[in-house]
């Protein structure tokens, strides 16, 4: 019950979810929020890349890169899970990083991403999600989503079409962030 906001990049596929979910929810103010930044797991060739470069990741963090499924473990501690995708189409621009097309290309592609990862089937594959979890929960709950079967049934809970961050009417007054909101 210290914090009314917080923010994590990339660290949950380094903890045991479960026990990060709980601690999490404990010291958030009730009506908090967090806000979740994390690559995934469902695609195949990012997934790959990740297990032939061992040098630059431990085998937990390959092992434990967060899914879908993983979602259903936050929703047993925060009463709201939100969950938007980033960066599927516009990974083919990476060989052109370092050309005048690099640019315009990503550009392009972000226009697609944009599109086609608001589809739950589709998002899952992108290589990164941001997940906003608000309302701690003080005692964890059942889990709501059904685990096992199609990966899609779990997505299907959440609201990949998220325009921006929605935080408590506390946290979005002007001066409460330094900005107007999110």
Same mark, same amino acid.
């Given at each position: 019950?210290? /914090? @009314?906001?917080? #923010? +994590?990049?990339?660290? =949950?596929?380094?903890?045991?979810?479960?026990?990060?979910? $709980?601690?999490?929810?404990r010291i958030l103010k009730p009506g908090g929020a967090m806000i979740c930044t994390e690559a995934m797991k469902h695609n195949y060739f990012i997934h790959k890349? &990740?297990?032939?470069?061992?040098?630059?990741?431990? $085998?937990? +963090?390959? @092992?434990?890169?967060?899914?879908?499924? @993983?979602?259903?473990?936050?929703?047993?501690?925060? &009463?709201?899970?939100?969950v938007r995708f980033f960066? =599927? $189409? #516009?990974?083919? $621009?990476?060989? /052109?990083?370092?050309?005048?097309?690099?640019k315009p290309l990503r550009a392009v592609l972000d226009r697609v991403d944009s599109l086609i990862l608001k589809s739950q089937a589709v998002?899952?594959?992108?290589?990164?999600?941001?997940?906003?979890?608000? @309302?701690?929960?003080?005692?964890?709950v059942a889990i709501r989503v059904p685990l096992g079967g199609h990966a899609a049934r779990c997505v299907r809970r959440f609201e990949p079409r998220l325009k921006r961050v929605d935080l408590p009417h506390h946290l979005t007054r002007r001066g409460a962030l330094g900005v107007g909101g999110l």
């Open positions: 019950n210290t /914090f @009314d906001f917080g #923010v +994590e990049y990339g660290a =949950l596929h380094h903890v045991v979810l479960d026990k990060a979910m $709980a601690e999490l929810s890349y &990740r297990k032939r470069t061992p040098h630059l990741r431990t $085998a937990w +963090e390959v @092992d434990h890169i967060l899914g879908v499924d @993983d979602i259903a473990t936050m929703q047993k501690y925060f &009463r709201h899970v939100s960066h =599927l $189409a #516009v990974l083919a $621009a990476v060989p /052109f990083r370092k050309t005048p097309l690099f998002g899952k594959y992108g290589w990164i999600m941001i997940i906003t979890l608000s @309302d701690p929960l003080k005692q964890p």
